[in-house]
C-alpha cells in the first residue's frame, strides 16, 4: 500500500510558497469573500485510507464539480435516454458559453458546461419528487456523511447574478430542450452548485467514480458502463477549455470549480481532492493544477 503522507504535505508546502495564487472568482459576488491563502489537498486510496495536508477539512464552495453528481444521479433515472439530451463532445469553450454553435439545436455540447448541466438538472426536477432534497440525500449517502448541506448565501448569491445561466436556460427552453419552468430548474441548479463540502468529502463522494461504482460502504450507484462514460466525460470536459491542457499535466478523469476546488481519481487507486481558491484566466484552481501536476508526475501514476 502506497503512503502518500509525503508527497502531499510536500505538496502543501511549496503551495504556501506560491506567490502568485491566481483570482477568487468575484461574478457571484459571495465566493469573493474567501480567504486566497487556502490551501487543502487529500488523497482516498482504494482500501478507504485518507491522507490529508493544510486546509483539508474545511468546506468550501463546490461549484461545477456538483455537475459531475447532477449528471450521475439523472443517468441512473434515466439511461441512455438521457444522450438524446445532451451531447458528449468537449467544447473547447467556457463554462458559461452559450453560441448558438454550442448549442446545434439546443442540445449542448457536454453535460459539465453550464448549459448542459441545466439540462441535466431540468432531468432531475422532472423526475425527482422533491428535487432539492433527493439530490442532497444522494450525495450524503454515497459519502455516508450526513452533514454535506447546501450553502444557501451562495445560491441566492449566484441567483441574483446569474444571467448568462438565466440566458442559457431560456435558449435551451426555446429549442423545446427543457421540460419545466426556467425559474425552477435554474432555483435547482443554483442550489445544487451551492453544495459545501471540503476536500475530505469531495474524495468521499467521488470515490464511487474511482471504485467502479461503489461508495466506501460497498453500495452500487452506477454500473461499470456508466463509470467508464463519466470518468470520459471528466477527461475529455471537465476542464472547458483546459481538458486538454490538464490531460496534459495532470493525466487524470477530474472536475473543477470556480469555488477552487479540483477532484481527480485514477481509477481502482485513489481520489484526491484540492482546494485553493485563486483561479487561472481559463477558471481553474491555478495551484490546485500545479499540486495535482506534481502529484501525477513525482509518483508516476496517472491513466497514461
Ligand atoms: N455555478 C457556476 C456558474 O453557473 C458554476 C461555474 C463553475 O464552477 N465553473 O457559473
Given at each position: 500500500m502506497?503512503?502518500y503522507?509525503?508527497?502531499?504535505?510536500k505538496?502543501v508546502?511549496?503551495?504556501?510558497?506560491?506567490?502568485n495564487?491566481g483570482?477568487?472568482?468575484?461574478?457571484?459576488?459571495?465566493?469573493s469573500?474567501?480567504?486566497?491563502?487556502?490551501f487543502g489537498?487529500?488523497?482516498?486510496?482504494?482500501?478507504?485510507?485518507g491522507f490529508?495536508?493544510?486546509?483539508s477539512g474545511?468546506?468550501?464552495?463546490?461549484?461545477?464539480i456538483s455537475?459531475?453528481?447532477?449528471?450521475?444521479?439523472?443517468y441512473?433515472?434515466?439511461?441512455?435516454?438521457l444522450?438524446?439530451r445532451?451531447?458528449?463532445?468537449p467544447?473547447g469553450d467556457?463554462f458559461?458559453h452559450?453560441?448558438?454553435?454550442?448549442?446545434?439545436?439546443g442540445?449542448p455540447?457536454?453535460?459539465?458546461?453550464?448549459?448542459?448541466?441545466?439540462?441535466?438538472c431540468?432531468i432531475?426536477?422532472?423526475?425527482?419528487?422533491?428535487?432539492?432534497?433527493?439530490?442532497?440525500?444522494?450525495?450524503q449517502n454515497?459519502?455516508?456523511?450526513?452533514?454535506?448541506?447546501?450553502?444557501d448565501?451562495?445560491?441566492?448569491?449566484e441567483?441574483?447574478t446569474?444571467?448568462?445561466?438565466?440566458?442559457?436556460a431560456?435558449?435551451i427552453k426555446s429549442?423545446?430542450?427543457l421540460?419545466?419552468?426556467v425559474?425552477?430548474?435554474?432555483?435547482?441548479y443554483?442550489h445544487s452548485?451551492s453544495?459545501?463540502?471540503?476536500?475530505?468529502?469531495?474524495?468521499k463522494?467521488f470515490?464511487?467514480?474511482?471504485?467502479r461504482?461503489?461508495?466506501l460502504k460497498?453500495?452500487?450507484?452506477?454500473?461499470?458502463s456508466q463509470?467508464k462514460?463519466i470518468n470520459?466525460?471528466?477527461?475529455?470536459?471537465?476542464?472547458y477549455?483546459?481538458?486538454?491542457?490538464?490531460?496534459?499535466?495532470?493525466g487524470?478523469?477530474?472536475k473543477?470549480?470556480?469555488?477552487?476546488?479540483?477532484?481527480a481519481?485514477?481509477?481502482?487507486?485513489?481520489?484526491?481532492a484540492?482546494w485553493?481558491p485563486?483561479?487561472n484566466?481559463?477558471?481553474?484552481?491555478?495551484?490546485?493544477?500545479?499540486?495535482?501536476?506534481?502529484?501525477?508526475?513525482?509518483?508516476?501514476?496517472?491513466?497514461?
Open positions: 502506497l503512503d503522507s509525503p508527497i502531499v504535505d505538496i508546502r511549496e503551495a504556501k510558497q506560491q506567490a495564487k483570482e477568487v472568482a468575484s461574478y457571484i459576488p459571495e465566493l469573500c474567501v480567504d486566497s491563502n487556502k489537498i487529500s488523497i482516498l486510496d482504494k482500501n478507504g485510507k490529508h495536508a493544510g486546509d474545511e468546506q468550501f464552495s463546490i461549484q461545477s455537475k459531475v453528481l447532477s449528471l450521475a444521479m439523472a441512473s433515472l434515466a439511461g441512455e435516454e444522450w438524446k445532451v451531447d458528449v463532445e467544447s467556457p458559461n452559450l453560441s448558438l454553435l454550442e448549442m446545434e439545436n442540445i455540447r457536454n453535460p459539465l458546461i453550464n448549459a448542459g448541466a441545466i439540462v441535466i431540468d432531475l426536477v422532472s423526475n425527482l419528487k422533491n428535487p432539492k432534497s433527493d439530490f442532497l440525500s444522494y450525495v454515497i459519502a455516508n456523511d450526513p452533514s454535506i448541506t447546501y450553502d448565501k451562495v445560491a441566492e448569491s441567483k441574483r446569474g444571467f448568462r445561466n438565466y440566458a442559457a431560456y435558449l429549442f423545446g430542450n421540460e419545466n419552468d425559474e425552477t430548474v435554474l432555483d435547482f443554483f452548485c453544495l459545501s463540502m471540503s476536500c475530505e468529502q469531495l474524495t463522494v470515490y464511487i467514480f474511482m471504485n461504482g461503489n461508495c460497498n453500495k452500487n450507484y452506477l454500473n461499470l463509470v462514460r470520459a466525460i471528466m477527461l475529455t470536459c471537465g476542464f477549455d483546459e481538458a486538454g491542457e490538464f490531460a496534459f499535466e495532470v487524470l478523469p477530474g473543477s470549480g470556480v469555488g477552487g476546488g479540483i477532484v481519481l485514477l481509477p481502482n487507486q485513489f481520489c484526491v484540492t485553493s485563486g483561479l484566466k481559463k477558471g481553474n484552481s491555478k495551484l490546485g493544477m500545479l499540486a495535482l501536476e506534481k502529484l501525477t508526475t513525482e509518483t508516476g501514476l496517472s491513466i497514461f
